[in-house]
């Protein structure tokens, strides 16, 4: 678990008054030209975080109270955002202790990260989480950091992920864990940005972040698309109807009017407009809605605030999941279909050698076995642990079903891959043969089986060599 604490205990008296929304429509929505892809607005137009539903559909679930109030702003708990200038020096995180490295969910292993820029200035979250995000535009991606702390110049962590900053912001089933929420996201995605708080726009121009504790979240299941994964310990300690990954939104009959905090009405605009995904479990905290740390965005900053407490308590009583939509509008105002065909296959490993002395190793970066080395005759290795195919509960394969594999190369590189029989001497059920770069083959998936996925260097130079396996279009 990753867990949170946050918010703060106080009694209250909670009120709903659903009315007239005077938020737009998302037809109505003025356009606001936006460059994707950067350190401001991260993530592709049609990413999650940037997209928008038509016509949602709402399930009846309320968000049960809890231990604390809801929580809306930048605390100890939330994040702080750092982006790399071009000369920044590297920096190598170790883990936290000799006996428990730094581990990384994707290469499902521990072990040192250097990175190759470090901006000045780094400070991770004060609370237990320690979260920190470091933007590097110039390798195009976002690195998330769980319990980063720096002892002496020396940085160490719990745990290290990284998601593409032109890329969606969720992981897919080969990448499944992209950041340092529990949901496999980075907590940049969704996160009320500094330079958004006071921007004189009447909404956020993306979904936001949102986490539930204990009560809120469904054990069963722990979470649904487009989050690949959920909180460990989900399933025994969740007794909630709401999984992670779940969409809330409020409906459009909420009267944002009504609210007398000035921060929670565009916060509520954006809520039923874009909405905010479950990204998280906090402690004791009904919801909590995340700003970046340095915003300013602290609605009891003054002092206790009963008139911002009323207005998260309505909040709370009208937020819904959506569970269907009418379509979804991008974040250039475009409408399109979300793809959800995405990549099942990692090459994560482990890998054996069969033949060749010049063995690849899986490289998170680039999602591909890397042969560092030019040599005469091909390496071929082979992996069959069963961690080729994650098992993403929404997208494990279905028997009969077709898929297409397409093999992405460089230097000679090729790609095999098998599905064996689990018994009968582990007969291949599948067998693609050798792929060469660009090359793609289109089968039925067998059944139950082991996947083996060959991995064969290039001659003569360094070569790489991934896979993509997908459903196939109908």
């Known amino acids: 678990m990753r867990g949170r604490r ?21 037809a109505a929505l003025p356009v606001k030209p936006i460059v994707w892809g950067t350190a401001r607005n991260p993530f592709a137009a049609t990413s999650p975080w940037n997209s928008r539903p038509v016509a949602p559909v709402f399930g009846q679930d309320v968000i049960p109270t809890s231990d604390y109030l809801p929580y809306v702003g930048e605390n100890e708990f939330s994040v702080p955002v750092f982006v790399v200038n071009e000369k920044d020096p590297p920096v190598t995180i170790d883990g936290v202790s000799a006996q428990q490295g730094l581990f990384d969910p994707d290469e499902e292993r521990t ?14 979250a004060a609370g237990s989480d320690g979260h920190a995000e470091i933007v590097d535009p110039y390798l195009g991606v976002v690195h998330s950091f769980w319990q980063l702390r720096n002892s002496g110049g020396h940085w160490t962590a719990a745990l290290y992920a990284w998601s593409p900053l032109a890329g969606r912001g969720w992981g897919d089933p080969a990448h499944y864990d992209q950041g340092a929420r529990a949901t496999g996201v980075p907590s940049i995605g969704g996160l009320i940005r500094t330079h958004e708080v006071d921007d004189g726009d009447t909404l956020y121009r993306h979904a936001l972040a949102l986490s539930l504790t204990f009560n809120g979240l469904s054990p069963d299941p722990t ?33 944002v009017q009504q609210l007398a905090t000035p921060e929670l009405r565009k916060v509520a605009t954006t809520l039923e407009v874009y909405g905010a995904y479950v990204v998280d479990r906090n402690v004791g905290t009904p ?36 569970v269907s939509t009418g379509g979804w ?48 005759t091909p390496t071929v290795q082979l992996s069959d ?87 196939a279009p109908h």
């Open 111 to 124: 072990h040192s990260v250097t990175l190759p820029r470090w901006p000045a200035g780094v400070a991770s």
């Open 6 to 26: 946050n918010g703060r205990a106080i009694a209250s008296i909670v009120f709903v008054v659903l009315g007239v929304s005077s938020a737009p429509t998302p």
């Open 223 to 255: 979470y649904i698309f487009p989050a690949t994964s959920a909180d460990t310990g989900a399933a025994t300690g969740n007794s909630g109807r709401i999984p992670e990954g779940a969409l809330l939104m409020l409906p459009a009959t909420f009267d």
């Open 329 to 376: 509008i991008d974040g250039d105002g475009k409408p399109f279909t979300p793809d959800r065909r995405l990549n099942i296959l990692s090459m994560r490993g482990p890998w054996r050698v069969e033949s060749g002395n010049a063995p690849g190793r899986f490289e998170t970066w680039k999602q591909a076995v890397v042969f560092p080395q030019a040599a005469s």
């Open 385 to 471: 642990s069963g961690r080729a195919i994650a098992g993403t509960a929404w997208a494990v394969p279905v028997e009969g079903a077709a898929y297409r594999l397409t093999c992405i190369a460089t230097g000679g590189a090729k790609l095999r891959f098998q599905i064996r029989a689990k018994d009968h001497g582990g007969k291949a059920r599948y067998d693609s043969g050798e792929l060469v770069d660009g090359q793609s083959t289109t089968f039925a998936w067998p059944g139950d089986g082991i996947a083996v996925t060959y991995a064969i260097s290039g001659v003569g130079q360094v070569s790489s060599v991934r896979g993509v396996l997908v459903p």
């Open 287 to 322: 919801y909590f809605i995340y700003a970046e740390i340095g915003s300013g965005l602290r609605l009891h900053k003054h002092g206790w605030n009963n008139a911002a407490a009323a207005d998260l308590e309505k909040i709370r009583l009208a937020l819904r999941q959506v």
